[in-house]
């Protein structure tokens, strides 16, 4: 099967995904005991606005009549208002999912470097101090919470040695001076594009920290991952016979042992960055960083049942593609990979 | 020539076959072992594995080393080659000459030189010997290039006719294949070209045969030959199967136990060997006939973890005298060519045994 076809037949997959997500997310959103009418309208309304509301949202249809029309609204564009914002979910969604999309994906990046260099030093000086450290700072990413590993990093390099700010995603005073123009969504790329350096340093030097409470689980997971295969990967009858062949204990992990490990690893890259997403979206609150975490979570703490429907069917959207990227990077490392 | 080496006597391979050049121990001692002992530390305890290995290999000559799994010829050939390493091996005396330089007091970085270079080896099993993911190319160019300071269009020259002396005429599709699209056959003769690329005097060939079909072993056996005989290289060939040994080799090494009990020419040993262990070994030969059973040799092959004493084969055999229990017997010379490690045979107390 060429690899277009297989693209194709997976993307088909996900639009079964996203209806399954999107008919469990509405029942379960109606299931909940919440008025949503009275919701929007807020707490001080009469019972005769609530009653108007109610009617608007079309909450009076029979159930399967609402899904009917929800279904038609998600396939058109209109994913419906939220209660709180009073603005159209995809609009919403469109704002804020690319600052905790370059979050996460500068988190990963962080991650997978730095867990599959610590992996492989660990795994290339199994016993030694290094690999003991590695070790232990991986269990440290793995077994904390990346909420509380934001908290931590908040009081060390915020209270103790104040090197970054506790909050936000930009100086204010900088953005201000330096707009940033909206190209992505996303600050970083969108201040690089219109080579808008002040701002760029800045939205940088706001994420250090958020960045770095994300990627500690993803970056531990990693390391212990590539430890494991390494470790494994370096006992396999070919090995003996690069060693056999003379090649040095370094060269055989650095050009070709390495490539062998790294199947599992992307694959665990491709799991984790679940969890980081859902990690992201709690750091974002402990930082005040203005992404789809901060907006689910208060979406959530409102009862406003579109904004969870929306933002849910986006992060699975994410997800199924990110194991899309995951399959298609595995069968180009490795040759005997086949595609179906 | 064809048929399997298993179900043909080795007189009969004589006959068909023949070792090549008679008077081979004139030729210089190109590998020494002497008196070569080997532990592992095993949670179980420590196991003897190589109890005072000594033979040599003389240059452009095939010896094998035959004997049951386990009696030490993979560990003889991996620690020639340096590749035993880890906490756990314990390398308790004697010496490895190669060309007249002692293995065992070599570093890990010298031996990095010297293996692909001038020491080579291949495996059994070609399907898990070449790394799945790089082409051939890629594997054989590194090879080349950590030995030599060619070029990569040089690397690669090297490496396409290197191939086609193992009989790989049309390198230059191997080259960019990756291990999976060739045969076993195919694999195992890239093994045997990147093992030696750079000209190795030395190839140690751990079961070369063993893991590929009877056709494709036949060929595979006259590769080697070839080698020696154009290529001039030096073959160490491990192998449990009497018919390869008798069909590939000039001399023979007889292994039980992490002892060598009896070398020689390969005839002496394999048609008139003395030792008992030989000859035991000789008779479990299957002989073609329809409904014989297979012969065994009775008893096992003992637990090294703790070894008989004295002669190690002394719990099986039918000529074991009072001395063999208590003291190990020395190398005796009894042809030409030939040594036997056996009180009996010393005491005169076995007739020659004949085919």
Known sequence: MSVSTYVARRLLLLFLVLFGIATITFFVARVIPSDPAATYVGGLARKDQIETAREKLGLNEPLPVQFGIYLRDLLTGDWGTSLVSKRPVLEDIAHFLPVSFQLVFLAMAVASVVGFILGALSAAKKGSVIDHGSRLAAVVGVSLPAFVIALLLQVLFCHVVPLFPIAGKIQVAVADQYPIRTITGMDLLDALLTANWSAFASVLYYAVLPVLAVAAYPAGVIQRMTRATLTETLELEYVRMHRAMGLSRSSIVSRFAMKNALGPVITTIGTTFAAALVGAFLVEIVFSYPGIGSYLVSGIMAMDYPVIVGTTLVVSAIYVCVNLLVDLCIAWLDHRVILQ | ?355
């Open chain 2, 1 to 355: 020539m064809k048929s399997g080496g298993d179900a043909v006597s080795p007189s009969r391979r004589i006959g068909a076959g023949g070792w090549g050049s008679g008077n081979s121990h004139d030729r210089e001692e190109l590998l020494v072992l002497h008196d070569v002992r080997l532990d592992f530390e095993s949670l179980r305890g420590t196991v003897y594995a190589l109890n005072g290995v000594s033979f040599s290999l003389r240059a452009r000559e095939v010896l094998s080393l035959v004997g049951e799994s386990g009696c030490g010829k993979s560990v003889t050939a991996l620690t020639i080659m340096g590749l035993l390493q880890g906490p756990q091996v314990r390398i308790r005396g004697g010496e490895i000459l190669f060309q007249g330089e002692d293995l065992l007091k070599k570093t890990e970085h010298e031996m990095v030189q010297l293996r692909g270079k001038s020491l080579a080896m291949v495996f059994q099993d070609p399907q898990s010997s070449l790394n799945p993911v790089f082409t051939i190319e890629k594997q054989m160019v590194a090879v080349v290039r950590a030995h030599t300071s060619l070029s990569k269009a040089a690397a690669r020259e090297t490496v396409e006719e290197s191939l086609s002396v193992v009989g790989l005429p049309a390198s230059r599709s191997i080259m960019t294949a990756y291990p999976h699209e060739l045969s076993g056959g195919m694999r195992q003769r890239v093994c045997m070209g990147m093992a030696l690329a750079c000209d190795a005097p030395l190839l140690i060939a751990d079961e070369p045969t063993t893991a590929l079909d009877v056709t494709i072993q036949a060929q595979m056996l006259r590769l080697l030959r070839r080698l020696r005989d154009e290529k001039r290289v030096s073959q160490l060939l491990i192998t449990h199967n009497m018919g390869v040994a008798a069909q590939a080799s000039d001399r023979v090494a007889v292994m039980y136990a992490g002892d060598i009990v009896e070398v020689g020419a390969a005839e002496d040993v394999l048609v008139r060997g003395r030792h008992p262990y030989t000859n035991a070994l000789r008779a479990c030969l299957p002989t073609g006939s329809t409904a014989a059973h297979l012969k065994t040799i009775p008893g096992g092959v003992p637990d090294l973890l703790a070894p008989p004493t004295g002669c190690r084969f002394h719990p099986r055999c039918h000529l074991a005298l009072d001395e063999c229990a208590t003291s190990k017997p020395p190398m005796l010379r009894v042809g030409n060519d030939h040594s036997v490690a056996c009180h009996a045979v010393a005491a005169g107390g076995q007739e020659m045994r004949r085919v």
